[in-house]
């Protein structure tokens, strides 16, 4: 499933109505459940999972990393923004 971007930051419109937006759902880290050690600065296509469309570097709670997995994420990111893999913010678009 990958709706949560779709649903994150919509709920604030409606103040009153439904008591739980966010049902409680037991996320797995990702790099846990592949078995990679440490996040990999050039697998950019998983990294690319973990940053949002403007080009932050998503939460845990969002993403459900473990702390461990986070922590060599956060590197892996920045490492990957310097090589300029990825970006560091989101693109200039001129119209
Ligand atoms: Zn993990």
Redesign the pocket.
Known sequence: MSDDRARSRRSSTSASGSRRKFIARRKV?S??ADKIRIADYKDIKRLQRYISDRGKILPRRRTG??A??QRGLTVAIKRARHLALLPFAAAHTRN
Do not use: E, G, I, S
Request: hydrophobic letters at 15%; charged letters at 15%.
């Open positions: 880290c790099f846990c990393t473990c461990r997995h």
